[in-house]
């Protein structure tokens, strides 16, 4: 199990996500809906189907509000906007205030900053809540399936119509050797953190990775980040990853490409690790690892054999296009059994099993339209196709792209650093993908994925006013873009012609 740190803070969000002495209600004879797991899917599923009248149980082993509140995306976005605000105040003096370069970074305080935040969050995802104002059945325990329609919890049997599987996933550890011994930090841990790392090492360069190596060195811990790829997050535009591969240098990141991590082995307070990069070894000395190379399905001790559910230890749990199991009576949502590891598409998931498992739906998830984004500085968001299958298909589509240095509000702010880029079918309007580097690139992808999830043309896009300055501007400006392209040279030669002829 988890633990959190265990200050003021911790405390009031533990009597949120896991109540001391929390009762067990008695069970109903039978249930709607059993959920196993209260992380995003989970929860979503569980108060979705319970407004709608249905009577539900939800059964978490942990902690309520799962990865995504204690672990993930709420204290990341919480410690990396410390991250910025000290970075910002460090470079201002383009801006003309003076000093920055001498300010006093409080970690400690940072840190206590985030927890705080968490902690009033983590009301919103409490058990007191879902059990009080939304009349779920709440249960903290080991839930296990006992048959196809029944699970136990703390000696106690449910049993459902539907239930769903929504347990998640976990931080798994590369398999090197001393790294277990020697000890290392994960997102489970990084932020249970009072004190900062001068020597960081980060294993992994996707977003967890990335963003945490980014926010340690701009507190001021000197990190080296090693992977065994090309480049920074694989799944990304290359332009964008080689972007950001500069800023990271800019900032002082050792950044160790094509690497790997050896061994481990701990020298009294130190770490150190043995790196190997083209085929030469260096040891570097840390006081810290955080390792960010993975994450591994929760399908342990659930009895999913009993209930007749496939899975795969390292893959998850088995799941047609509807969300359904190997039993047709129990569906997953989430980490658990998607590629799709964010909270959002956690969310769009659970949506589309409360209306296949309690109402005959047919939803897809293939269906969904799924942006993403890594909260790097810039952030790099991303729907729909990717550069490199754009480019294998470049007889079929047409791809666009606008740097920021183009849009005013970026030169204006000082963040001009970045691009819009846009994969159309070839011929015409309609968007397969897009890329957005910038400051804030995951506020601005969701009028993309609004497009493309309604079949909007980039024209659609075009015709509707944005305000001026902003950096959303980009967006537009690839739509001008593609009207321009429209133009070819003998449209152009039948304007003239016309034009001349009134002018004549």
Same mark, same amino acid.
């Given at each position: 199990?988890?633990?959190?740190?265990?200050?003021?803070?911790?405390?009031?969000?533990?009597?949120?996500?896991r109540?001391?002495?929390?009762?067990?209600p008695?069970?109903a004879?039978?249930?709607?809906l059993? +959920?196993? #797991?209260?992380?995003? &899917? *989970?929860?979503? !599923?569980?108060?979705?189907?319970? =407004? %709608?009248? @249905?009577?539900?149980?939800?059964?978490?082993?942990?902690?309520?509000?799962?990865?995504?509140?204690?672990?993930?995306?709420?204290?990341?976005?919480?410690?990396?906007?410390?991250?910025?605000?000290?970075?910002?105040?460090?470079?201002?003096?383009?801006?003309?205030v003076?000093?920055?370069?001498?300010?006093?970074?409080?970690?400690?305080?940072?840190?206590?900053?985030m927890?705080?935040?968490?902690?009033?969050?983590?009301?919103?995802?409490?058990?007191?809540?879902?059990?009080?104002?939304?009349?779920?059945?709440?249960?903290?325990?080991?839930?296990?399936?006992?048959?196809?329609?029944?699970?136990?919890?703390?000696?106690?049997?449910?049993?459902?119509?539907?239930?769903?599987?929504c347990?998640?996933?976990?931080?798994?550890?590369?398999? +090197?050797? #001393?790294?277990?011994? &020697? *000890?290392?930090? !994960?997102?489970?841990?990084?932020? =249970? %953190?009072? @004190?900062?790392?001068?020597?960081?090492?980060?294993?992994?360069?996707?977003?967890?990775?990335?963003?945490m190596?980014?926010?340690?060195?701009?507190?001021?811990?000197?990190?080296?980040?090693?992977?065994?790829?090309s480049?920074?997050?694989?799944?990304?535009?290359?332009?964008?990853?080689?972007?950001?591969?500069?800023?990271?240098?800019?900032?002082?990141?050792?950044?160790?490409l094509?690497?790997?991590?050896?061994?481990?082995?701990?020298?009294g307070n130190?770490?150190?690790?043995?790196?190997?990069?083209?085929?030469?070894?260096?040891?570097?000395?840390?006081?810290?690892?955080?390792?960010?190379?993975?994450?591994?399905?929760?399908?342990?001790?659930?009895?999913?054999?009993?209930?007749?559910?496939?899975?795969?230890?390292?893959?998850? +749990?088995?799941?047609d296009?509807?969300?359904?199991t190997?039993n047709?009576?129990?569906?997953?949502?989430?980490?658990?059994?998607?590629?799709?590891?964010?909270?959002h598409?956690?969310?769009?998931?659970?949506?589309?099993?409360?209306a296949?498992?309690?109402?005959?739906?047919?939803?897809?998830?293939?269906?969904?339209?799924?942006p993403?984004?890594?909260?790097?500085?810039?952030?790099?968001?991303?729907?729909?196709?990717?550069?490199?299958?754009?480019?294998?298909?470049?007889?079929?589509?047409?791809t666009?792209?606008?740097?920021?240095?183009?849009?005013?509000?970026?030169?204006?702010?000082?963040?001009?650093?970045?691009?819009?880029?846009?994969?159309?079918?070839?011929?015409?309007?309609?968007?397969?993908?897009?890329?957005?580097?910038?400051?804030?690139?995951?506020?601005?992808?969701?009028?993309?994925?609004?497009?493309?999830?309604?079949?909007?043309?980039?024209?659609a896009?075009?015709?509707?006013?944005?305000?001026?300055?902003?950096?959303?501007e980009?967006?537009?400006?690839?739509?001008?873009?593609?009207?321009?392209?429209?133009?070819?040279?003998?449209?152009?030669?039948?304007?003239s012609?016309?034009?001349?002829?009134?002018?004549?």
């Amino acid at each position: 199990m988890a633990h959190l740190p265990g200050d003021r803070y911790d405390q009031a969000l533990q009597g949120h996500v896991r109540p001391p002495g929390w009762p067990d209600p008695e069970p109903a004879w039978r249930y709607d809906l059993v +959920v196993v #797991g209260a992380g995003t &899917a *989970g929860l979503v !599923t569980a108060a979705g189907a319970a =407004s %709608l009248g @249905a009577r539900v149980a939800l059964v978490e082993r942990n902690l309520m509000g799962g990865d995504c509140l204690n672990f993930g995306c709420v204290p990341s976005k919480g410690i990396l906007r410390a991250a910025r605000a000290v970075h910002d105040a460090r470079n201002a003096s383009e801006f003309g205030v003076a000093g920055g370069e001498w300010l006093v970074f409080d970690f400690p305080r940072a840190m206590e900053r985030m927890r705080r935040l968490r902690a009033g969050i983590g009301a919103h995802d409490s058990a007191a809540r879902f059990r009080d104002t939304l009349g779920v059945d709440v249960f903290i325990g080991e839930g296990r399936f006992t048959g196809r329609d029944s699970l136990s919890v703390n000696g106690r049997r449910l049993r459902f119509r539907k239930a769903a599987i929504c347990t998640g996933a976990r931080a798994s550890l590369p398999p +090197v050797p #001393g790294l277990a011994e &020697a *000890g290392c930090l !994960t997102n489970e841990t990084v932020f =249970s %953190l009072t @004190a900062l790392p001068p020597r960081l090492l980060v294993i992994g360069a996707g977003p967890v990775g990335c963003e945490m190596a980014q926010a340690f060195a701009r507190f001021g811990s000197r990190v080296t980040l090693v992977t065994r790829g090309s480049g920074l997050l694989p799944r990304e535009d290359l332009d964008a990853t080689r972007l950001l591969h500069d800023v990271f240098v800019r900032e002082g990141i050792t950044v160790c490409l094509g690497a790997t991590t050896e061994s481990v082995r701990r020298d009294g307070n130190e770490i150190i690790a043995a790196i190997r990069t083209a085929g030469e070894m260096q040891e570097v000395r840390v006081d810290a690892i955080l390792v960010g190379t993975g994450r591994l399905p929760n399908v342990e001790g659930l009895g999913l054999e009993a209930a007749g559910v496939d899975f795969e230890p390292g893959v998850g +749990v088995k799941v047609d296009d509807r969300l359904r199991t190997t039993n047709p009576g129990i569906f997953a949502a989430g980490d658990i059994c998607s590629r799709y590891r964010f909270t959002h598409a956690a969310d769009a998931q659970a949506r589309i099993l409360i209306a296949n498992a309690l109402f005959f739906g047919r939803r897809k998830a293939s269906a969904l339209t799924i942006p993403w984004c890594t909260y790097t500085d810039p952030e790099i968001a991303h729907v729909g196709m990717i550069a490199r299958d754009a480019q294998e298909k470049e007889s079929q589509v047409t791809t666009l792209t606008v740097p920021l240095s183009e849009v005013d509000r970026a030169v204006l702010d000082g963040e001009a650093e970045g691009f819009a880029r846009i994969h159309l079918i070839k011929g015409t309007d309609r968007i397969l993908g897009a890329t957005l580097v910038a400051a804030h690139a995951g506020e601005m992808i969701g009028e993309i994925s609004l497009a493309m999830t309604n079949g909007l043309g980039l024209s659609a896009i075009g015709k509707t006013i944005h305000p001026y300055p902003t950096q959303a501007e980009a967006v537009r400006k690839l739509a001008d873009a593609y009207a321009r392209n429209r133009l070819t040279p003998f449209v152009k030669r039948l304007f003239s012609a016309w034009f001349g002829w009134r002018t004549g």
